[in-house]
Every structure is written in structure tokens, then in C-alpha cells.
């Protein structure tokens, strides 16, 4: 176990700069790992979420900018904000779903071929090894040495020829393809309300603008949360996703104004 003063020093980042390899204990950097990975999986989870919100603002935003501006009703403006929404959801989520599953499958029957070739052509697999560490930057006899230790262990041999060789990572076979799904369609359906709401709420004259407005805040707010994971500047971050939902919902309310008289449609207050 980590005494406390020793679980104190690696908790310290600054001090575990100047920490020789033999000071880390291995529960501690077992716990270490475990966290760090927990936080790569939420990352995957936090993407999937943004993904989905933004899309589901900016995609909604659209439809009824564009309903708005070419009629004088709210309901039309409603239904198609609605529509638009439950089918971006089922959507946004079979694709998602999809996606991860094919994601699995490949990586699974990519990590059968490097099973087989270890299995059959060691030598093979070791010459490849030898090779990528020195592409890495190893001495030949370095590459070989680390590639031969490799080759005395074929389930350490696989795994690091899959993420060296194909660039596939444990991570791209882990994760429910439901669960994604699940994130994905949730994210779509919430971003999709707010731009529906102001026509609820208010007549359609304020309701277009309040749309607007409110999709913007809640994408500039999306992308102030993002920037803690890029660490990008926030009002960078924020104003990029801004600037794309002001623009599609600019050019959906243009367009909806413009098509019915371009194509000879009179369409009365």
C-alpha cells in the first residue's frame, strides 16, 4: 500500500515531475490509469452529446427560420419544427448506432488478421514490429531488441501491433453502440427545443428573432463547455459554433422569404 506521505507526493503533479520510475508504486499507478481512461471514455461520451446538441440547434433552427419566413402561421411553423426534430432523433441515433457497431466489427476482424499473423508468421510480425519502432525513431538494434522481447509475449506482440500498425486503440472496441445511440438522439431532441419554444410562446414576428436568439446562446454556451476539454480559448470556441447556427439560421429565414417568390407563390398574411 502508499504510505501517506507517499500518496500525498504522486497526488502532487508537480512533484511527481522530479520522481525517479522506481517511486511509483503500482496500486498507485494502477488507480492512476484506471482515472485516466474513465476520463478518456467520458470524453467520448461529452463528444457524442455535443455533437448531437449542435446539430440538433442548428438543423432545427433552419427548418423553422425557413417555415417562418415563408408563412404567416405558427402551426405550419410548429409541425415542421416538430417533424424536423423526431426524425433528426431516430436518425442522429441509428446513425450513431450504426456507426459504433461497424466501428466494433472492423476493429475486430482487423485484430483477427494480426491474431492470425502472429499466430502463423512470428518472424514476420517481429521484423514489422522492428520496423515501426524504428520509423519511432530506436537504433536498429534497439528496435530489434524491443521487437524481439515483444515477440516472446504474442498477446502484448497483438495489441501493440493493432494500435502501431492499424492505429486501433482497445477503446475503439469498447462502449455500447445502444449507449451512444442513446446520447446521441437525447443531445439531438434537447438542442431541437429551444428553437421551437419562442413560437410557443410568443407571435411569430418576435418568436423568429427569439429563435434565433436563443439557439445562439445556448451554441455559444455549448461551445464555452467544449473549450474545457480543448482547451481552446472559450470566446473562440463559443463564437465558431455561434458563427455556424447564426449562418444557418440567417440563410433558412432569407431562403424561406425569397423561394415562394422566386417561384411565383404568394403566400398571404
Given amino acids: 500500500m502508499t504510505d501517506p506521505s507517499r500518496a500525498a507526493l504522486l497526488d502532487d503533479e508537480d512533484a511527481r515531475a522530479g520522481l525517479a520510475p522506481h517511486q511509483f508504486d503500482r496500486e498507485w499507478i494502477r488507480a492512476h490509469l484506471a482515472e485516466e481512461r ?12 455535443i455533437f448531437g446538441a449542435q446539430d440538433g440547434l442548428v438543423s432545427t433552427l433552419a427548418v423553422v427560420s425557413t417555415v417562418a419566413g415563408a408563412s404567416a402561421g ?33 476493429f475486430e476482424a482487423q485484430q483477427a488478421g494480426e491474431r492470425l499473423e502472429v499466430a502463423e508468421r512470428p518472424g514476420e510480425a517481429e521484423a514489422e514490429m522492428a520496423f515501426m519502432f524504428q520509423e519511432d525513431g530506436l537504433a ?14 504474442p498477446d ?10 492499424l492505429g486501433l486503440t482497445g477503446g475503439h472496441a469498447e462502449g455500447s453502440p445502444l449507449q451512444g ?4 438522439g437525447a443531445a439531438f431532441g434537447l438542442g431541437s427545443i429551444v428553437p421551437v419554444v419562442p413560437y410557443l410562446l410568443l407571435d411569430l414576428d418576435v418568436a423568429v428573432y427569439a429563435s434565433v436568439a436563443a439557439t445562439a446562446a445556448v451554441l455559444f454556451a455549448i461551445g464555452l463547455v467544449k473549450s474545457r476539454w480543448t482547451h481552446r480559448h472559450w470566446l473562440r470556441a463559443g463564437a465558431e459554433i455561434l458563427l455556424l447556427g447564426t449562418v444557418a439560421g440567417v440563410a433558412g429565414y432569407l431562403f424561406g422569404n425569397l423561394l415562394p417568390g ?8
Fill in 38 to 49: 474513465a476520463k478518456a471514455s467520458l470524453l467520448g461520451e461529452i463528444r457524442e452529446a
Fill in 74 to 106: 405558427r402551426f405550419p411553423v410548429l409541425v415542421a419544427g416538430i417533424a424536423s426534430a423526431l426524425a433528426g432523433i431516430f436518425s442522429m441515433a441509428a446513425g450513431e448506432y450504426m456507426s459504433s457497431k461497424s466501428q466494433r466489427e472492423i
Fill in 140 to 153: 536498429p538494434d534497439e528496435a530489434t531488441q524491443v521487437a524481439g522481447v515483444l515477440a516472446r509475449h
Fill in 156 to 165: 502484448v506482440l497483438l495489441k501493440t501491433m493493432v494500435e502501431k500498425e
Fill in 181 to 184: 445511440a442513446l446520447i446521441m
Fill in 262 to 269: 422566386m417561384l411565383g407563390v404568394h403566400i398571404g398574411a
